[in-house]
């Protein structure tokens, strides 16, 4: 499946707190955020769960359609 969000430029920003990882998904245009907590796993793994939950916030806002 080819995300919407192909070929933006995505900022990433990870914070441990506890147990979980605290995962911040950016999109520098648009200046929309999203953020996840989950467990620490493989860093691709994590960003796609970012990048999903951003998707899903811009398509919520409006930005994409």
């Known amino acids: 499946m080819q995300s919407l969000l ?3 430029e ?3 920003e ?3 707190v ?3 990882t605290r995962v911040m998904a950016l999109d520098v245009i648009t200046m929309t955020e999203a953020v996840i907590s ?3 796993g493989p860093q691709d793994q994590m960003q796609n769960l970012a990048l999903k939950r951003l998707e899903y916030v811009m398509k919520k806002k409006g930005i994409l359609i």
Request: net charge positive; charged share 35%.
């Open 14 to 16: 990870y914070r441990q």
């Open 38 to 40: 989950c467990p620490k």
């Open 6 to 8: 192909e070929g933006r």
């Open 18 to 20: 506890g147990k979980l």
């Open 10 to 12: 995505i900022i990433f």
